[in-house]
């Protein structure tokens, strides 16, 4: 159960129809406005860091962070504000993605996107995020090497197809894509050499219309993409569709099919929106 800037209740049922029991509206101790979902990631300069995250509320995005090793009192002399945007279900392509219900397209919040400048190079950074009342848990992260130094190497940690998030049952598939988070993070920890970047190539949170999954995937990958830049691409899953390509964030106006694979409406109807939206890069 993650926070997804709402109340919850519990029932208790019988059977699939006689319900006994619901308990009181339950709130997570964060409320709606706890910043979620942190995320970094690269710009073409090496002296930049984006910082994203998700919360409730449209005001003025804020991170504070400071060069670790300048203050041990987690103190924080330099703030830069940022942006805030959000998307609708008229903005997916098709349905179900556009359909407003439970299971189908869910209020995103506000996504949050703030960009660090004039950053050192290889240098530690400790950083939180929020709206200047509501912050999130202090974190880290390393800058690239300097391009100028014809030595330095980047070491990225790659994978794709996280784990599907659903079967041909409609349920969960019994924590694939957190087994394999788990074994990312701990790869992170572990590596003697530090990761500059993590590019996962594709097929991201399998959502495919259900928009509390992408939720739940940006809770799952908080812990490293607050820590290591967190880059995507977009698989079929995310972008194929058969319909509304009016809409289509890439500004193709043709559906992209080719005819040696067998893609169908893979997206649901999202036609890359929420990745487009929820990651900037």
């Known amino acids: 159960l993650v926070n997804m800037r709402c109340n919850f209740e519990f029932r208790l049922f019988r059977d699939s129809r006689t319900k006994l029991a619901t308990s009181r509206p339950v709130t997570f101790a964060g409320g709606f406005s706890q910043p979620l979902h942190g995320r970094l990631s690269l710009t073409n300069r090496v002296d930049e860091m984006r910082v994203m995250w998700v919360s409730d509320n449209n005001k003025t995005p804020i991170v504070i962070y400071e060069v670790a090793r300048l203050s041990s009192q987690l103190s924080y002399r330099q703030a830069k504000q940022g942006t805030s945007s959000t998307y609708s279900a008229s903005d997916m392509c098709a349905s179900p993605a556009n359909r407003t219900d439970a299971k189908y397209y869910r209020d995103p919040g506000y996504i949050h996107d703030v960009l660090l400048t004039n950053l050192w190079p290889q240098t530690q950074y400790r950083y939180k995020f929020g709206d200047g009342t509501n912050w999130s848990d202090s974190f880290t992260f390393t800058t690239p090497p300097s391009v100028r130094n014809p030595d330095s190497q980047v070491n990225i940690l790659l994978f794709g197809d996280l784990g599907e998030w659903r079967d041909a049952s409609d349920q969960p598939p019994g924590g694939r894509a957190y087994t394999t988070m788990e074994r990312v993070e701990n790869d992170r920890k572990s590596s003697p050499v530090p990761y500059d970047l993590l590019l996962h190539v594709g097929d991201i949170s399998y959502a495919r219309g259900h928009g509390y999954l992408w ?7 908080e812990p490293t993409a607050t820590r290591m830049p ?34 169908g409406d893979d ?13 900037h890069m």
Request: charged letters at 20%; hydrophobic letters at 20%.
């Open 215 to 221: 939720e739940q995937m940006g809770n799952l990958i």
């Open 230 to 263: 967190y880059h995507v691409g977009v698989g079929n899953h995310e972008y194929d569709h058969t319909s509304g390509s009016d809409k289509d964030p890439s500004g193709s106006r043709g559906l992209w099919h080719p005819s040696w694979g067998n893609y």
């Open 267 to 279: 997206s649901s109807g999202e036609c890359a929106v929420p990745t487009v939206k929820r990651f």
